[in-house]
Every structure is written in C-alpha cells, then in structure tokens.
C-alpha cells in the first residue's frame, strides 16, 4: 500500500470514528444559541463563541461542546445546568489524538529514527509545559471556566490546567469538525516550528534547545530567515537568522542552512542565557556559534 493511500485510509476511519463519536460520545446537552457570537452566561461568565473560533480556525458547530472543553471541574457548582459536565471526558479523547497525531508526525519525518528517538521526541513535544504553553500561546487562560483557587494554580505557573483545556479543545475540534480539522490545528499549534534534527541529543541540537525554552516561558513562535547567500555553488555560504516572532535574536553562518540554523539558534541561546532565562544547558551549549560544535 503506497503511502497516499495509507494516509487516506487513516483519514477515512478517523472520519468514521468522528462520525460514531458525534453521537455517542456525550449526552444531549441543553441548546445553546448565539448572541453576537458570545455564548449565553455559564454561571455568570460568559465565552466569546467568535474568538474562540478565530483561535481553533474553524466555524464552530456546537457551542455547547466548546464550552465543554473550556469548563474544569471546580467550576461545575457555579455553572448551572448550562455545564453538565467538565472537559475530563474530552481531555481523555483530546490526548488520545494528539498522541496519534504527534506520533504519525515523527514517524513520517524522521524515516530513519529508532522506535526511542521517536518516543523521546514524542514525550518532549506532549508534555504538561509544552501543552501549557500552547494553551497559553492561543489565550485559553482567557477564557477557561474554573474557580478563582483553581485559576490562581495559572497564575502560579502550574499548567496542568491550561494543559488538560488545550486536549480537551482538541477534542472538540475532532468531533465537530473532523480529523482534518482536528490535525491542521494540532499541526498550527504544536509542530509548525519542528526542526529537521529534532531529534538530535539535546547537547547537539541548539534548535531544539530553542524551541523548548520558547514553549516553556511562553515565547512568540519561532522561527528561522535565510538573510544572506554567497559563494560559489561548490562552495557557498549561508547567513540565518533566528527570530522571536519578529524580533531577531540570533545570527549563524555555515556551508549548509542546516547548520546556519543551528549556529543562529546557538547564539539566540547565548542571548537569551544572557537575560537570566535560568537555561539548564551544559558549558559547550553555550558557546558562541562559529566554534566548530554546531
């Protein structure tokens, strides 16, 4: 079976799960209609039903399953019969697909790593922080429905909530949308920055270094520029640079972008280390990009 038709196959059964899921995998749930794009109060909050589906990218079917995915247990005493129950169920789903999606990803990109780079990798990208901060990144600490305890645990930098509404989110995506709808919005949120060599040990790879911390302290997303060609064809050089959504924060030349890449990367470490970022990296990642470790 060519791999086309492997893919298309995985999307027809993930269309027939979803199809399966749409009406066994949660009990009716009281109608909830638009007012403005903002959903009717939830115990006295309310959710911009607009935002939230510029934030998943897609129109929004059922209301009532978005603020599903956004109510975490503590708030259930305060939300009246418009919130029968917590996102814990769509969590559950949530992870079950992000895990496949995630993992279908590394396998396809990294044809030639072991079954333990692919898991490490794997677990480096599905993780209470990494999930955390992507939560963070799309404003979900904005609009997720707890009580106020449980909303001081966010501003105390514990993510395991925002983490737990992010999978619950994706779920909700799966059922309403698809699974089309359901990966493109993992892909946006989660693996649109995935380095080629990101599964290259942690003391080699200054891009995967780079991409963790940016998740971690809940950096704009990041991203790499070609910004100067030269040479020869039999011998040129490339200068890259590293950037923080659109601020620059490193520069790295080499024979290869690749390793321009990982030089720009390198210095944006520098950098960043600089400015107190508390990096647990060993001496040699901390060297300037230029020194023959790249």
Request: aromatic share 6%; glycine share 8%.
């Amino acid at each position: 079976m060519t791999r086309r038709r492997r893919s298309r196959t995985l999307i027809s059964y993930w269309s027939t799960a979803a199809e399966l899921l749409r009406g066994l995998f949660r009990p009716p749930r009281p109608d909830v209609r638009r007012a403005s794009g903002v959903s009717p109060r939830t115990g006295g909050a309310r959710i911009d039903l607009k935002r939230l589906e510029s934030i998943v990218g897609c129109p929004i079917g059922d209301p009532q399953l978005f603020i599903e995915s956004l109510t975490h247990r503590s708030y259930l005493p305060f939300a009246g019969a418009t919130a029968a129950a917590s996102n814990e169920r769509l969590e559950f789903l949530g992870d079950a697909i992000l895990n496949l999606t995630v993992a279908e990803r590394l396998f396809r990109k990294f044809p030639n790593a072991e079954e333990g780079d692919l898991t490490r990798g794997r677990a480096r990208l599905v993780n209470r922080k990494a999930l955390g901060a992507a939560g963070h990144n799309l404003h979900l600490d904005e609009m997720i429905l707890a009580s106020e305890g449980a909303k001081a645990s966010v501003s105390k930098g514990y993510d395991s909530l925002i983490a737990d509404a992010f999978e619950a989110v994706i779920a909700a995506v799966y059922i309403d949308s698809g699974p089309k709808a359901a990966i493109r919005f993992i892909a946006r949120t989660l693996l649109s920055a995935l380095p080629d060599d990101f599964l290259i040990s942690n003391d080699e790879n200054y891009k995967s270094v780079l991409l963790e911390l940016a998740q971690a302290h809940r950096l704009p997303p990041l991203s790499y520029a070609v910004v100067r060609e030269e040479g020869p064809d039999h011998d040129r050089r490339f200068t890259v640079q590293a950037l923080l959504g659109d601020t620059p924060l490193g520069v790295g030349e080499g024979k290869s972008k690749k390793e321009a890449e990982q030089r720009a990367a390198a210095d944006a470490l520098f950098h960043l280390r600089a400015e107190d970022f508390n990096l647990s990296l060993s001496d040699t990642s901390t060297q300037r990009p230029g020194s023959s470790h790249a």
